[in-house]
């Protein structure tokens, strides 16, 4: 597969050039309500008006965002990914720029965390108001999944530059989630996506634990890792007998898909390594054979949900890159990789662009450029599979 990677290496960088050149701002599926002419007006308010409205920036294949004077920006979370990336490109080639790129994107990081005074320790959310149909969520406000997104790149990055300040923030984010976002409820016990929302998400709890395990291990906080473990045990608890998770508690978290599967799957993977036991060895085992089984098609299309391969998304290819190479990493798990690399650049890659598309759904295909959704997550899993390969073909050699 020497010319799929060759092809991976070149549209990764493409990718970056694009990114680069734009600073790392972009639209996003969700930011429809930072249009200003919404702001202006009354309707604001009205928290169906929000839903609606996001829904409509997010479902319409026409990109409505100038018109709706929505502003291109950074986001957190497409920052950390971007930074992920940097490093696994730095790692496999040793050229300094990405290095320094991943700084000064990391340095930016540190400007943009949640209010210290009013969370206490670093955290960061979305760069846009966000209203679902369980939440409403200001701009700013810390979430689970950014804060360890962004948290994961920057101890990286510290460790790889021996940045102790950098380590610090992004250990001091597991103190966050573990003060802030523990919660009892129900009868079960879990890390909520936002504070003070009680809505149970499996992939939002699983990071958190996997985060506040790690954290823990590093700082020498046996509290920290129990209260990870227990709530790691919750989902644990909850996985179905074929091994599947749904989205979450809520009647309309129902559903069974591809990327969030994976969000579990290597999560649960880091709580194993960073608690360095073999409890959660079944579960990821049993996760990770229905993932493969019931997520991809023939071909390497990579499947939205566990029944129905729409829409397809460059996000699941995504997800399915880290989860094939660090849930699975067998032989096997490696030619899979392969053709679902392939695939994901014969659907999905916009040459002429250098861009990849949102979604094709079975009647219309969503170009619009996403930089946090689509991009990014592309970027980082094309340089994480780059790295990977290239360092298995020089085992061989």
């Known amino acids: 597969m020497l010319e799929v990677m060759e092809r991976s290496i070149n549209i990764a960088h493409c990718l970056l050039t ?12 969700f930011d429809s309500l930072n ?33 709706l004077r929505v502003p291109k920006k950074r986001n957190p979370k497409g920052v950390g990914l971007f930074i992920s990336g940097l490093l696994q490109d730095y790692r496999r080639t040793g050229a300094a720029r990405y290095l320094h790129q991943a ?7 540190l400007t943009q965390r949640s209010d210290l005074q009013q969370w206490q320790h670093s955290c960061w959310g979305y760069h846009f108001d966000w209203q679902a149909r369980a939440f409403y ?9 950014t804060t360890c997104y962004v948290a994961r790149a920057l101890h990286e990055l510290g460790t790889l530059t021996a940045d102790q300040a950098l380590i610090d923030v992004a250990l001091d984010a597991a103190r966050f989630i573990s003060t802030q976002l523990y919660t009892e409820s129900g009868g079960r016990s ?16 699983l990071w958190g634990a996997a985060w506040c395990a790690f954290a823990g291990k590093q700082l020498g906080d046996d509290t920290l890792v ?10 644990v608890k909850e996985q179905a007998t074929d091994g599947s998770w749904v989205y979450g508690a809520l009647h309309h978290h129902q559903f069974i898909d591809g990327f969030h599967t994976g969000y579990n799957l290597e999560a649960l993977c880091l709580l194993r390594e960073a608690a360095a036991n073999s409890e959660f060895d079944q579960c990821i085992r049993k996760g990770y054979a229905y993932y493969v089984n ?4 023939e071909d390497g299309t990579a499947r939205y949900y566990n029944n129905n391969i729409y829409p397809i998304d460059m996000h699941s290819f995504a997800q399915a890159v880290f989860t094939l190479l660090k849930v699975g990493s067998t032989a096997e798990d490696l030619q899979l990789c392969d053709k679902v690399v392939q695939r994901a650049i014969e659907l999905l890659y916009l040459p002429d662009k250098g861009q990849f598309v949102y979604q094709q759904t079975r009647w219309v ?12 997550w592309a970027y980082c899993s094309m340089a994480f599979y780059n790295r990977y390969r290239a360092e298995i073909n020089h085992a061989k050699n």
């Open 103 to 109: 700084q000064e994107l990391a340095a930016w990081l």
């Open 365 to 376: 295909t969503n170009r619009i450029n996403y930089t946090r959704w689509t991009q990014a």
């Open 226 to 235: 129990a209260q990870a473990l227990q709530v790691a045990r919750q989902s």
């Open 190 to 205: 879990f890390y909520a996506y936002i504070p003070g929302e009680q809505a149970f998400v499996h992939n939002a709890s």
């Open 35 to 67: 249009s200003t002419l919404l702001q202006a007006t009354p309707l604001y308010r009205n928290e169906w008006v929000r839903l609606a409205w996001l829904q409509l920036g997010k479902r319409s294949p026409i990109n409505l965002r100038p018109l």
């Open 137 to 145: 969520v200001p701009a700013g406000k810390p979430n689970i999944i």
């Open 18 to 29: 694009d990114a680069s050149h734009h600073s790392f701002a972009g639209y996003d599926p």
């Open 294 to 297: 019931n997520f991809f098609t």
